[in-house]
Each structure stands twice: as C-alpha cells, then as structure tokens.
C-alpha cells in the first residue's frame, strides 16, 4: 500500500509557510512526518507477528485500566460532515506537545495533500490549551476530505498523536455547518498496557480501548529509536459494531542493542486508507 508522508524538513518549511499548495503525494519512507497512509504490512526483516483470537475474554474498559480520558487532540472547528472553503478555521484544544506546536493538513477525497500549515498550544509548556489557525486550500470540485491535526517527536520526528475530522472541500461559495458534537469528547484509542517508560522484552502485549471503527478494525506497530517500524499487527475491537471496547495485540520485535522506542496504535479510513487516528506510548525497548 503506498505511503504518502513528507520529508520532516520540507513539512515544517511549507508549514510556516501557511499557502495553499498543490495536490502532493508524498513518496514512502519511514514515519517520520505526516503519516497520510499506514505503512507496510510487514518489513524486511523477519517478524512475528500474532494478534488476540475474535473469541479470546478481555477485561472491561476501565478493568485494570485508567477511568475517562479526554482526547489528547480535540478538533471543535471545523464539525464534522462540515462544507469548508479556503481558507479553513481550524480551532480546538490539545494535551501539551513538544514546543507546543501542532501540524495541521488537509486532504481531499484520494488522500493527497491539498493545504498545511502549523499552529501553537496557547499555553505554558507542559500545559493544555486552545489552538487555531486558517489553513488555505484548493480543489477544482466540491469532495469529501479529512482535516488531521497531529503533533510529532522531538526524538525521532514521527508522529506521535493524531486526530482527524472528515468534512465536505469545496472550492468557492459558502461554508455550511456539520454535525455538532455534544459533551467532552473521549480519547479514541487509550493504550492501557504498556505504560510509558515501561522496559519491553521482544514479544509485547498491547492491551487498551478504542471508540467504535470500520468493522471494529485496528493496526498497532512498534517503531525503533529512529523511528523505523520493526513489528506490526492488527485486532478487532472486542464489542458490536459501533461500540467502544477492549482490545488487544501480541507482537514480537527484532532488535540488536537496547533503545528508546515507541508503541502506535492506529484506525485507517474505510474511504482512502488513510490514517484517521493515531495514539502511542513512549517505551524502551530491549533485545
């Protein structure tokens, strides 16, 4: 499947930019920058990789897990199933990033970049706080599109949160309201084990829950100090379509030295295959 991410040096330049740009399909290399499609199924080197059986009991969404968790990156403008012209005001609030800044793109119905730009968490470091930014785009017809807001490594680059919202691109005329959202939005994917910081043996257990998905379907990789994905896997949710619920995977890596690494769980769009949700703990990860 191909990958359409960009080089984390040209994101930032076109970012601080802030113009609209042409239709971009990014070439593949690793998740280092704006993740628009999931990587391989598989890499180079030999991997293991096992998922928990449909039937297999997992505990409840809150056994043995934290209680409610607010979405790290809330996106309130614009709703969903929005109609939004350029430029677009994209505003919410996120948990605190690496120098409080935030990549916005927007992506028209094939999954090709269409306009970007970068906003900044209003608040001290280490706080929550709002963000917004008018992020300019262009398209030749009205189409379904996807606005993702995501936050990246200081380490590696990658991407180490994300959320998205889908909407309506057209290309003149007027915005038309979506879908309001009602109460304080809920984490979509909590990555309940393992915890941050915890030292990993080759073959990890990832247990959590997720908001309902396609089919109840979800991906999960681990990626290396660099940033390279070195296993990778997929599960289904453990309740009935369109309920939130336990999930669980089993996957063994291949490293030679001990290091810094990092686990994703991920949801893909049933429309383009692009990544429309992205969670991840920060681990270590030894041979």
Do not use: W
Not at 90 to 104: K, R
Not at 126 to 133: E, H, I, L
Not at 156 to 169: K, M
Not at 216 to 224: F, G, R, S
């Amino acid at each position: 499947m191909t990958i359409r991410i960009a080089a984390l040096a040209a994101l930032f330049l076109l970012s601080a930019c802030g113009t609209a740009a042409h239709p971009t399909t990014f070439p593949p290399t690793p998740i280092r920058a704006a993740v628009l499609q999931p990587p391989p199924t598989h890499t180079p080197q030999p991997i293991s990789a096992t998922t928990t059986p449909v039937g297999t009991p997992l505990p409840s969404p809150t056994e043995g897990g934290p209680g409610p968790i607010v979405e790290a990156i809330v996106i309130t403008e614009p709703q969903v199933a929005a109609g939004v012209v350029s430029p677009v005001h994209i505003e919410g609030e996120a948990d605190p990033t690496f120098e409080q800044s935030l990549s916005l793109h927007i992506l028209d119905a094939e999954g090709n970049v269409v306009g970007q730009g970068a906003a900044q968490i209003e608040a001290d470091t280490g706080q929550r706080g709002r963000y917004r930014a008018d992020v300019p785009f262009r398209v030749d017809s009205e189409q379904p599109g996807r606005i993702i807001v995501y936050s990246v490594s200081a380490r590696d680059g990658s991407i180490t949160h994300l959320n998205s919202v889908e909407v309506r691109l057209k290309p003149s005329g007027e915005a038309t309201p979506g879908i309001a959202d009602s109460g304080s939005p809920l984490e979509a994917i909590v990555i309940h084990s393992p915890a941050p910081g915890a030292s990993l043996t080759p073959t990890v257990t990832i247990t959590g829950e997720a908001a309902p998905t396609f089919e109840q379907h979800l991906n999960a990789m681990i990626q290396d100090e660099m940033g390279n994905v070195i296993a990778t896997g997929s599960t289904l949710i453990q309740a009935d379509a369109g309920q939130r619920g336990p999930f669980s995977f089993t996957l063994t890596y291949r490293i030679i030295a001990a290091g810094p690494g990092r686990i994703v769980v991920y949801d893909t769009s049933p429309r383009d295959g692009g990544i429309v949700h992205l969670a991840s703990v920060e681990v270590r990860l030894t041979p």
